[in-house]
């Protein structure tokens, strides 16, 4: 009787154990995005630097970048109003509002006027959204990525990922890709990244679309359910490739995709992150950069939107900065964008993290561009951002509370989540 009574309480304990490691992160982060959305309310946004968009030729097409979310907007509802064709457009946030009305009103238009017009946002992304907002004419075609998509295979994680892409591509003529979501916060109040591309590349962005589209859609035969059959130019642009995370096909590539080029490096790596959460593997990478002379700087928010990922990425901090690495913290505004450059030459933009969620999970897109011009246009923006930052110095890290310290370290087991 003792040992079995002994037997149990043992197991009693370590049950209490893995609740009280499990339970107490969990509980530590619900509190602090309570407290953090509290203390936000009524907070007015600052201005921040940006730079006006400008084209950069890039082989046979241009890219042009922008870094504030009117220009964007503007040159987007422009391009669905000259549409004559089709108009393929993803979305991971469609907000109800002023804004959101408009990009839902030039899209209705467009259909109305006979251009095809093919929709995708992410449900779980949009649960707080109006249920009025997103119930859409029959003349316009939508995919609704469902909350969850998994179905009776809840086994599969395959399929969990969310559809955090933002693409939009009219005839065969233009295409955006990059950070921004539709809504009215983002337009002005947000500092992010996305870049508008001609050329041949349109048609590898036209591909991505179809594909996500033809893998998600429901088999029925409604017309806006139906395959999306593309006829693409077989014309390859040599300087820009799309790569695309495909949580259902097990392909992450946008990892592999920044590895390689910090692990290339030989003169710098800047990187603009707005929830940096990396594995070891790519915290050692910029690590080994920095440690053979690589300028590496990593410009994340002061405090983002998501204080718990603020939190967890400060873990890493020691490490990076032992090894040499410049953390340069984004005042005034929230930095939503994901960019990195490589010695003048290699660049990309996109929607994916620095996070497992994007790394390894999510339905993700990130342009890659090797052109110098272009490279030294994003670098240019990285120097106009981080005239708006803080720099993170050894002194001022090791003097941070034992508070802190003890807050970073209950919020590690949280890491593999995010």
Not at 165 to 172: A, E, F, S
Not at 181 to 206: F, Q
Request: glycine share 6%; net charge positive; hydrophobic share 45%.
């Amino acid at each position: 009787m003792v040992a079995v009574s002994g037997g149990a309480g043992l197991r009693s304990w370590l049950r209490r154990l893995v609740l009280a490691v499990v339970g107490v992160p969990f509980l530590v982060a619900i509190a602090m995005s309570v407290v953090d959305s509290y203390r936000r309310r009524g907070k007015k946004p600052k201005p921040f630097p940006t730079r006006s968009p400008v084209p950069v030729p890039v082989g046979d097409g241009e890219v042009t970048t922008y870094t504030y979310g009117k220009d964007l907007y503007d040159d987007m509802l422009a391009a669905i109003e000259g549409a004559e064709r089709q108009i393929l457009f993803e979305t991971y946030i469609w907000k109800g509002d002023a804004t959101g009305e408009r990009f839902k009103a030039a899209l209705h238009a467009a259909a109305e006027r006979g251009v095809e017009v093919y929709c995708i946002y992410d449900a779980f992304a949009n649960l707080v959204v109006s249920p009025r907002f997103l119930h859409f004419p029959d003349s316009m075609k939508v995919l609704r990525y469902p909350v969850y998509a998994a179905g009776w295979r809840f086994f599969d994680l395959r399929r969990y990922g969310r559809d955090h892409r933002k693409i939009l591509v009219v005839d065969d003529a233009v295409g955006f890709v990059g950070g921004y979501n539709i809504g009215s916060p983002y337009e002005t109040e947000w500092r992010d990244t996305h870049v508008r591309v001609t050329g041949p590349a349109v048609w590898d962005l036209k591909r991505a679309f179809a594909d996500f589209w033809n893998l998600n859609r429901r088999r029925r035969l409604r017309s806006s359910e139906r395959p999306l059959l593309l006829e693409t130019a077989s014309t390859w642009e040599s300087r820009i490739r799309f790569q695309r995370n495909v949580p259902r096909l097990w392909m992450f590539p946008i990892r592999s995709m920044y590895l390689e080029a910090i692990n290339r490096a030989s003169h710098n790596v800047w990187m603009t992150q707005a929830y940096f959460i990396p594995d070891q593997d790519f915290v050692d990478a910029l690590k080994a950069a920095a440690r053979r002379g690589v300028d590496v700087r990593l410009l994340l928010p002061l405090k983002s939107n998501h204080i718990v990922a603020d939190w967890i990425s400060r873990g890493y901090f020691s490490q990076l900065l032992d090894a040499g690495v410049r953390i340069l913290r984004y005042r005034d505004a929230m930095v939503h964008a994901k960019t990195a450059t490589v010695d003048g030459t290699w660049c990309t933009v996109g929607t994916a993290n620095i996070d497992r969620l994007s790394l390894q999970g999510n339905f993700e897109i990130n342009v890659e561009i090797i052109d110098s011009g272009l490279a030294r246009h994003l670098e240019e923006i990285f120097l106009v951002d981080q005239s708006n930052t803080l720099e993170l110095t050894r002194g001022e890290w090791d003097a941070r509370d034992l508070h802190r310290k003890f807050t970073e370290l209950v919020l590690t087991p949280l890491r593999p989540l995010l």
